[in-house]
């Protein structure tokens, strides 16, 4: 399986084709893509108001790439209230999972509700696990899961108060480092690129992956270098580093044989 995350230069606007650019960005891809690879897309990339224009533009480039995407988050109207809520697709276009984000941060709670639904599901027999942008703060939802998660993954927005992104940076960096080798999984962040003049609400471009299972202190988080990088994963020696974990008593779960 190869992971694929995105962050490119989005705009926080309607009438912006956010959809449009992710889609041109990754269509070079294309061809190094198969069904079990996984492309992840930021959180709240499209601002459309249509929640079927959302759903289908996912589907549609789950079947152009060939491979599954999780489609970042979508502010889902909802009987008077909205929930930021996201779809995941297979290569066929058929959607595969369904997810909320259930911590919604600072102003953002003023816009949506909380949600209740984990995005869990598999590829080629390995679980996933979506937790959106801030969710990924919160420990206590990795003890929600019902099987423990070979790969998290985290579409994100994350928006910043300082005038630098490094400082939110540095933050989200130690944090996936730190998930990944306390859960004992692979994670990787997608985002909005860092714009020094942005329009709309200033991201810092925090994306990357973090490794557990590398001995080389510069490899334990690799940030996404330009628009679209590609990650291949290695779950046989994520087992491996399992198994050593569980055998020092430092994993969290009873590793599966």
Not at 77 to 97: D, L, M
Not at 195 to 207: D, I, K, N, T
Request: proline share 8%; hydrophobic share 40%; net charge negative.
């Amino acid at each position: 399986m190869k992971l694929v995350l995105v962050q490119p230069r989005l705009l926080y606007d309607p009438q912006a084709d956010n959809p449009g650019l992710v889609r041109r960005v990754l269509e070079p891809y294309a061809e190094e893509l198969g069904p079990d690879d996984l492309v992840v897309l930021p959180e709240h990339f499209d601002l459309r108001p249509s929640r079927a224009e959302y759903e289908g533009a996912v589907c549609e480039l789950a079947q152009e790439l060939r491979c599954h995407v999780v489609g970042g988050s979508h502010h889902e109207e909802r009987e008077g209230h909205r929930v930021k809520a996201g779809i995941a697709a297979e290569p066929n276009g058929e959607i595969i999972a369904r997810y909320e984000k259930l911590r919604p941060y600072a102003d953002e709670r003023l816009r949506v509700q909380e949600g209740s639904s984990l995005g869990e599901f598999s590829i080629g027999g390995r679980r996933l696990l979506v937790l959106v942008c801030a969710d990924f703060w919160f420990s206590d939802l990795f003890h929600r899961t019902t099987a423990l998660p070979d790969l998290v993954v985290v579409p994100a927005h994350s928006v910043t108060r300082k005038p630098s992104p490094d400082y939110s940076r540095a933050l989200w960096r130690h944090l996936a480092v730190s998930r990944a080798y306390e859960f004992g999984v692979f994670v990787g962040v997608s985002d909005w690129a860092h714009a020094p003049a942005p329009v709309g609400l200033p991201a810092s471009g925090v994306g990357g992956f973090a490794d557990p299972t590398t001995v080389d202190p510069a490899a334990m988080y690799l940030p996404i270098s330009g628009a679209v990088q590609i990650y291949p994963l290695d779950f046989d020696a994520l087992d491996a580093f399992r198994r050593d974990r569980a055998a020092r008593g430092f994993f969290w779960r009873k590793v599966q044989d």
